[in-house]
């Protein structure tokens, strides 16, 4: 299973574009790169997944480089209510291993 | 996705005793995972429950502690046991299967041990 690097924490104002970069060295071939989002008393949240290039959803997008050892999750133009926790992981898309999960980003949100 | 139904949502009990968490789906599901979450920490995943077979327990965590059941495609317990303060955490399900779009996780049993 590969590990996954994040910042620990990361702050922004109301507006503003957030990228987080998550470095994943060690990603295989068959692996999917996936982010979570969790919010204090809940369970960590699916947001977006992707193999290569980019990938869109209507919450973030997601970069990924053609070597994919990295990957950037963009949050366009935050709100306070995206303060959370941000997890980056790597994984088969299958979804029947079992979740490594890191350190997370810790994004606060300020007005 | 899958909806999770994950009991109790809190609770405080006594060093020494027991707890038994529930985690119901809506769905048959291949794998559940159990995880624990220690106050602003990440997730540690304790152990992966199979349907029909004895569960897969991480480093760290053993059976006599945590044990789990696993009695159909869509029911899991996880009980912890002999408690002690250090047991205070946030205990949360996950579910995740072919076809799923990301995994899917309860909304966690915030457990303190007096």
């Known amino acids: 299973l590969a590990k996954t690097t994040q910042p620990i924490s990361m702050d922004s104002y109301e507006g503003q574009e957030v990228n987080i970069t998550c470095s994943h060295n060690?990603?295989?071939?068959?692996?999917?790169i996936t982010w979570y989002q969790q919010f204090p008393s809940q369970g960590p949240r699916f947001i977006i997944q992707?193999?290569?290039t980019k990938v869109t959803n209507e919450v973030a997008s997601l970069f990924i480089p053609a070597d994919r050892k990295s990957s950037t999750l963009s949050l366009p133009r935050v709100s306070l209510s995206d303060t959370a926790v941000y997890y980056c992981?790597?994984?088969?898309?299958?979804?029947?291993?079992?979740?490594?999960f890191g350190t997370g980003t810790r994004l606060q949100v300020f007005p | 996705s899958a909806v999770i139904s994950q009991k109790p949502s809190r609770d405080i009990c006594q060093r020494g005793t027991s707890l038994t968490i529930q985690c119901q789906v809506d769905?048959?599901?291949?794998?559940m995972f159990w995880y624990r979450q220690q106050p602003g920490q990440s997730l540690t995943l304790i152990a992966t429950?199979?349907?029909?077979?004895?569960?897969?327990?991480e480093s760290g965590f053993v059976i006599d502690k945590f044990p789990i059941s696993r009695p159909n495609l869509t029911f899991s317990t996880l009980t912890v046991s002999n408690m002690s303060p250090e047991d205070s955490s946030i205990y949360l399900c996950?579910?995740?299967?072919?076809?799923?779009?990301?995994?899917?996780f309860g909304s966690g049993t915030r457990l303190t041990v007096v």
């Open positions: 060690n990603i295989a071939t068959n692996d999917y």
């Open positions: 769905s048959q599901v291949t794998m």
């Open positions: 429950a199979n349907q029909g077979s004895e569960a897969t327990y």
């Open positions: 992981l790597v994984g088969g898309v299958e979804n029947t291993d079992k979740l490594i």
């Open positions: 996950s579910v995740g299967d072919i076809g799923f779009y990301g995994y899917t």
């Open positions: 992707g193999y290569k």
